[in-house]
């Protein structure tokens, strides 16, 4: 895309979402129909050739072989798991958000010896549903757990056990009410006198650029995506290392989610969390569309996945531009850049104009709660 027509379709996904932000109903716990919330309950999305997608979409998978098979329960494919020999029982296992006082049934279709399924984090645990061989056959595991008052997410997990062999699950199921829609925002409301620098991607990582946050102590939000972000995480920590500042999800593999099923939204959403939890140590609570793409699909997709804000940004000063999309920076304003040849610039371009109109840089973590 260029970077005009970048810059049409970032003003153009503002105003469509002030118009969803206020469209999107509150959800109540007493009234919400129970849905399938379990992130590729059918393992059937395919796995890109992307670093840190996993081997299988959705799920994150400890120590052992999990591939995707054809012999499945339903549908084209199934996950199967090989233990890593004495020392692993092969959990692969997924993080979901939840409603509080509320009751939810696990269940998945096994086959194998000693398959455990079960979920942490509930606030009212409980023992894990196993079986201790399925003579070959597909077999329904299941169990319930009600969250406690102040439980939001839940660990999901599936798993066999050591020197047992191969086991296989498809068809997952987390029962339940979701959470509501994540709030979707090109701006923070604020009376406060200040803006919000957050940068994308994360292909190019300047020094430049570092020592000018650094100098500046600014406070930055930084969308890395999963590929680039592995390749030099530590520059990643020194440019968020400001009090404020934040790495929040930015998707997988960069594609327009519109284009994309709900299904696909979330493993994609919920992936780049988990990357970005493993390497930085805290666990997004924003996300940030590519090309600012979205709908109702990824605002309930990143509620899925614990993702209370979708944000895009009132102003653009990637590349060497200096676009605000309200007529001057305002208040609130989310300002986007990207990591790129141009950021240090780019920066001291946004930060003199931010000045001028006697703006200060915030931390948007801090605004977002």
């Known amino acids: 895309m260029s970077t005009t027509l970048r810059r049409i379709a970032a ?4 105003t469509a979402l002030t118009v969803l932000s206020a469209a999107v109903p509150a959800a109540h716990a007493g009234t919400a129909p129970a849905v399938n919330l379990a992130t590729n309950p059918g393992f059937e999305i395919p796995t890109l050739p992307l670093a840190d997608w996993g081997s299988i979409p959705g799920w994150r998978c400890g120590t052992g072989e999990a591939v995707l098979d054809t012999a499945a329960h339903t549908g084209g494919s199934a996950l199967t798991v090989t233990p890593a020999g004495d020392h692993s029982t092969g959990e692969c296992a997924q993080t979901l958000a939840v409603r509080p006082n509320t009751t939810y049934t696990y269940s998945a279709w096994v086959r194998g010896d000693y398959v455990f399924l079960g979920a942490t984090g509930t606030g009212n ?7 201790q061989s399925t003579g070959g056959n597909w077999r329904r595991l299941s169990t319930s757990f009600t969250t406690g008052p102040t439980n939001t997410s839940v660990r999901l997990y599936l798993h ?8 296989s699950a498809d068809d997952v199921e987390l029962s339940g009410p979701a959470p509501a829609p994540a709030w979707a925002t090109w701006n923070m409301p604020t009376q406060d006198k200040v803006v919000f620098f957050t ?3 994360g292909w190019a990582r300047t020094a430049d650029a570092a020592r000018f946050i650094e100098t500046n102590r600014l406070p930055v939000t930084a969308f890395p995506l999963p590929m680039p972000s592995g390749f030099e995480p530590d520059y990643f ?7 404020g500042s934040s790495v929040e999800a930015h998707s997988v593999s960069h594609r327009d989610l519109t284009t994309l099923s709900a299904a696909e ?3 994609e959403i919920c992936d780049s969390r988990d990357a970005a939890a493993a390497r930085y140590g805290t666990v997004p ?5 590519p090309y600012f793409a979205f709908n109702a699909d990824t605002l309930q997709a990143a509620a899925n996945c614990g993702l209370r804000t979708v944000l895009t940004a009132t102003a653009d000063y990637s590349w060497g531009a200096s676009t605000s999309y309200r007529g001057g920076l305002q208040a609130g304003d989310v300002i986007i850049f990207h990591f790129a040849d141009t950021l240090a610039g780019d920066l001291q371009r946004a930060l003199t104009d931010a000045t001028a109109a006697g703006l200060t840089v915030a931390g948007l973590h801090t605004y977002t709660g």
């Open 265 to 267: 939204q979330q493993a």
């Open 11 to 14: 003003c153009a996904a503002g």
């Open 285 to 289: 609570t924003i996300f940030r569309p």
């Open 160 to 167: 066999g056990w050591y020197e047992q062999g191969a086991f």
């Open 199 to 201: 940068i994308d991607d």
């Open 125 to 131: 645990d409980v023992a894990p549903s196993w079986v």
């Open 237 to 243: 920590k020194r440019v968020t290392a400001a009090p």
